[in-house]
């Protein structure tokens, strides 16, 4: 049972309303001050194209034992001494190299310290820049869980480890 955001009384059926600007959920008694909201419907060939969308293989889980993956790609740890070496080696300022990347300088200079790993697309305007390889294809399997309980799809419960 919800209550309305104007009285508090509460009941099973509450309108959207704007009331001032607001959008807000009333009661039938308190409706009146404002301008009920209608809720239109999709129309279903919009909902199918949707979904259709979503089942795609892009969104699909992996449930094949033994594929490879293709995973994201991943910074390599030892960015932040390539990136300096580079820069040194080019023989400019930090604020030169991110006045050229369009970048701020204080995001370079925590990339250079390591205090904080490049965001992907900074990455590649340093591999570019500079060209140095800070970004590496990382691949992963996926391993086959034969049990009753998940008959071939993984699950949480198969991946955490009991004491016993």
């Known amino acids: 049972m919800s209550a309305c955001e104007m009285c508090g009384y509460g009941t099973l059926q509450l309108h959207k ?36 969308f979503y089942k795609t293989s ?38 030169e190299i991110a006045l050229a990347l369009a970048e701020k300088v204080s995001i370079l200079q925590k990339v250079e310290s390591g205090h904080m790993a490049p965001p992907m697309k900074l990455a590649r305007k340093l591999e570019q820049f500079f060209k140095i390889e800070l970004i590496k294809k990382a691949e992963k399997t996926v391993e086959n869980f034969d049990t009753p309980e998940s008959a071939g799809s993984f699950t949480i419960g198969d991946a955490i480890k009991f004491k016993k």
């Not at 959920?25 to 999709?42: N, T």
């Not at 293709?70 to 604020?95: F, N, W």
């Open 58 to 95: 892009r969104f699909a889980s992996a449930s094949v034992a033994g594929k490879v993956l293709p995973e994201d790609d991943l910074i390599v740890s030892d960015y932040a001494p390539k990136v300096k070496r580079a820069r040194e080696k080019s023989g400019k300022t930090q604020e």
């Open 17 to 52: 309303s704007i009331v001032e600007g607001s959008i807000m959920l009333l009661c039938d008694k308190c409706v009146r001050f404002g301008e009920v909201i209608e809720l239109k419907r999709p129309a279903d060939d919009i909902v199918n194209k949707r979904l259709d």
